[in-house]
């Protein structure tokens, strides 16, 4: 059965570095997304991609992150500037219509 | 704007026993609605949906939801819980005025549910 994959599963990174999280979503979807879950609390939409654009994003998709999707399989989030409180787990989900299908994250740690 | 709210942060049941997530939601639009799964270090998996066909929802793994438009609700349930459903359970929402499926997900705040022997 046809899955989302993320990769890393884990990063540890000092605070003002930039990270790259990727994402491969299934293969013929055509939204991707990206979530967020810090410790304890909701998970949170970030981003939503279609068509090699951003179609909506959240309050907390500000300047520091951007997406990618710069081959015809791969998914990228960037945070250019690493914050304490972007410390979460990260999840990408991809969907063809209606339901999304989620990778199992990346737990993104800030120190 | 559209919200999900899940009400018990913790439900806990004995094995056998019925099931029973709550979930109820706020839309001005006729919403999309979904139930997804959380086991311990992975990601969210799909359990069921709701896209405006049937009221009563079946899922996976014997789960069943019914949508109640009076009641802006959702509810989660399962006849017989097994000790393999302790997770955690999430409702959320897509709400589109183009009345199209797709769009970002709007989680409720989760319920851990936990199954005594």
Redesign the interface.
Known sequence: EPE?TQTPSHQVTQMGQEVILRCVPISNHL?F?W?RQILG?????LV?FYNNEIS?K?EIFDDQFSVERPDGSNFTLKIRSTKLEDSAMY?C?S?L?????????TRLTVT | AQSVTQLGSHVSVSEGALVLLRCNYSSSVPP?L?W?VQYPN?????LL?Y?SAATLVKGINGFEAEFKKSETSFHLTKPSAHMSDAAEY?C?VIVNAGG???????????TILTVHP
Do not use: C, I, M
């Not at chain 1, 609390?41 to 939409?45: A, G, I, R, T």
């Not at chain 1, 219509?97 to 994250?105: A, D, K, S, T």
């Not at chain 2, 199209?100 to 989760?110: A, E, M």
């Open positions: 989302v939204y997304y979530y609390q909701k998970v949170e939409f939503s909506e959240s999840f989900a969907s219509v209606g339901e999304q299908y989620f990778g199992p994250g | 999309y979904f997804y992975q990601g969210l998996q799909l949906k896209t999430f959320a199209t499926s797709y769009g970002k997900l709007t989680f409720g705040q989760g």
